[in-house]
């Protein structure tokens, strides 16, 4: 168990002081997952976008909009608001006024891109540049804290010490929690696969109910426990929260080839 905590925090120590959510691993479960309830329209229409990708696969591109900040940091520094909103100060209620002043905010991104891709008139390029956010875009937005406060940027500020290791909790979330789990990707596919789905299946209406994800999502960071009471931590804060960042997982990657589908039906 020590040795578990501790590269537990070494991890979590070495992670950028703005985080990303979920970290590569948690975005390529998501993706995966999304895959299994694709239909063969939809798995068509992305097959045909991903030809030519170096990994042409949803959980390949998973994690392209947080590689953005070195591989194209012009684009990246534009697009850096679409990953979050902060709405727990208001009581986890939406306001686009308020809480996405220029459409720059996960919500909105989520649904501009998605227009993007479901229409066929447009480029493939851009179409695939759409796809890469949405697939992205719908993961942060069901980790909790990129729905959270504004004042401590989403848990980046709010420091922790995890045996003698200094981290923070949005970095504990982001991928802490997984990677102390001591599970490769394939064994989190076979146990998050397990869990009932999260949602039902039919298809929404187009624009994807990125409002609700986003107020669901700041909910659970309000609830009692979710900030530790002390700065000093052990195991059982991930025993206690491990079980929610699952479900959270798994109800993106089902959310997300809901969405898809819909986005992808003609």
């Known amino acids: 168990m020590a040795r578990l905590l501790f590269a537990l925090a070494l991890a979590s120590f070495l992670v950028p002081h703005e985080a990303f959510a979920w970290g590569r691993l948690g975005h390529r479960l998501v993706a995966a ?11 068509a229409q992305i097959t ?3 030809e030519g990708e170096a990994d042409p696969t949803l959980p390949g591109i998973a994690s392209w909009a947080d590689e953005l900040r070195d591989n194209d940091p012009q684009l990246g520094k534009k697009t850096s608001r679409w990953h979050y909103v902060n709405i727990a ?52 937005v069901h980790q909790p804290l990129h729905a959270g406060f504004g004042r401590d940027k989403g848990g980046n500020d709010f420091q922790l010490n995890l045996d003698s290791r200094g981290t923070n909790l949005h970095s504990l979330w982001d991928s802490g929690m997984l990677k102390d789990a001591g599970l490769e990707e394939a064994a989190w596919l076979q146990r998050l696969r397990s ?16 409002t609700q994800w986003a107020e669901a999502s700041c909910r659970i960071v309000l609830r009692p426990g979710f900030y530790p009471a002390k700065a000093s931590i052990g195991p059982d804060y991930a025993q206690t929260w491990l079980p929610l960042a699952e479900e959270q997982l798994r109800r993106g990657g089902t959310q997300l080839a809901v969405m898809l589908n819909a986005a992808l039906a003609r």
């Open 33 to 43: 997952l999304a895959w299994d309830d694709l239909t063969p329209q939809a798995r």
């Open 48 to 50: 045909s976008l991903l």
């Open 89 to 140: 100060e208001d009581d986890c209620h939406y306001d686009a006024a308020k809480h996405c002043a220029n459409g720059d905010c996960v919500v909105e991104a989520i649904r501009a891109q998605t227009a993007i891709l479901a229409d066929t008139k447009r480029p493939k390029a851009e179409r695939l540049q759409a796809l890469k956010f949405v697939v992205h875009f719908v993961g942060d």
């Open 195 to 210: 869990l009932p789905l999260a949602v039902k299946l039919p298809s929404p209406p187009l624009r994807p109910p990125a």
